[in-house]
Every structure is written in structure tokens, then in C-alpha cells.
């Protein structure tokens, strides 16, 4: 069942709350920064490839390593917005899981942070979760990479950015960067995490200030 259950957590009808965010394409959209949305996206799937994907790939061989996961990502998502988006998501996705799945580890997960226990930053959880459903680390990361790349194509669809149609063409060019980014998060140090794409954390941390916003960042 593990083909079912990732076609389950990758599908648009779970409630994971990452249609919620643009991850800064909206705030870049409406300052004149995107010049091309295939390149946009190549660097967002890069960046996951260097900063969160080995997190929840380290997660995701041994759960015991959440909390300080949890508290890397704390220090190292220097963003405001971008830490508000990442904590949200990720536990939106833990209760999502915890309810739907009902698994032991995720359960417990999520009582103790309904005791605010730590803020389950979406990496790290979605290391536990891939854990707890038995997915491999292949699976984990193209599941990890496919929803990226999908959020940031709805989100420009919904912008005006691109049509439908386009959106799909770019979200199969994804494909191709996608396994790019998988071979090279599995040489990154996950207790080393980077950030290749500085400029979209800047322009997220504008989204506050736009006058208008479809998307929570």
C-alpha cells in the first residue's frame, strides 16, 4: 500500500495547508522579481534539494532525531515569514496525518505539541510522518519535491503568473530538475543545511507589507 498512501499525501485533497502559501512568489510576483517561472522553480527545487530534504530524509531513518531537527530548523530559518509558513505547514501536516493515519509515533507527536512542546517545523515532520507510513527515501523525497514544486505552480496559477496548461508543462520540466535535486540532497550534511536562494526568503519577508495578498506568505 505504501504507491496508495503517497498518492494520498501527494494529492491536492490532503489537508497539509501548503496551498496556503505562495513560499514567496507572491510577494516577488507583485515587486517585478519573477522574470521567468521555470527558473523560479528550478531554484525552489535546488534549495529544497540543500536545506529541507536532508533534514526529512535524516528524520526519516531515525525519528529520535526530530527534536533536534526541530531545533535546527528553529535557528537556521532566519525569515521571519518563512519560519511562520514552515511552522505552520508542518503542523498542519502533523495533525493531518495524526488524525487521518493514526499512527502511534504521529499521535504522540501531536499531543505533545497541543502542550507546546517545540514548533514541528515542516522538515522534521515530514520525516516522522514518511517514517511512520513506511515510506523509502526515494519515495520520501519525491513525495518531498513533487509537493513543492506543485504548491509553487498552483500558486502562480492562482497569481495570473501562468495558465493551467502552462502550469502543468513546467510542473512536467519539474520532473527532470526534481531528480537533479534528489541525487544532490543526498550528499548535503543534514546538520548543515543551506540556502542557494537567498533572494526568496528576502522577498517573502515582504509579503506583510503588500497591500493586497491572496496567500498567507
Known sequence: MTAWTLLQLADATFPSGGFAHSWGLEAAWQLGEVQGLGGWLAAALHAVAVGPLPVTLAVREDPARFDEADRLWEAVAVHPVARRASRATGQALLASAARSFERPALTARRKALLKADGPSH???????????????????AHWVLYTAARDLVSAAVRLGIVGPIEGQRLLADAGGWARHAQATAAEVDWRHPANPFPLQGLWQDQHD?????????
Do not use: E, M
Open 122 to 140: 515542516l522538515a522534521p515532520v515530514c520525516g516522522l510522518v514518511a517514517q511512520a507510513l513506511g515510506l523509502s527515501a526515494a519515495d520520501t
Open 209 to 217: 507589507t503588500l497591500y493586497s495578498r491572496l496567500f498567507h506568505s
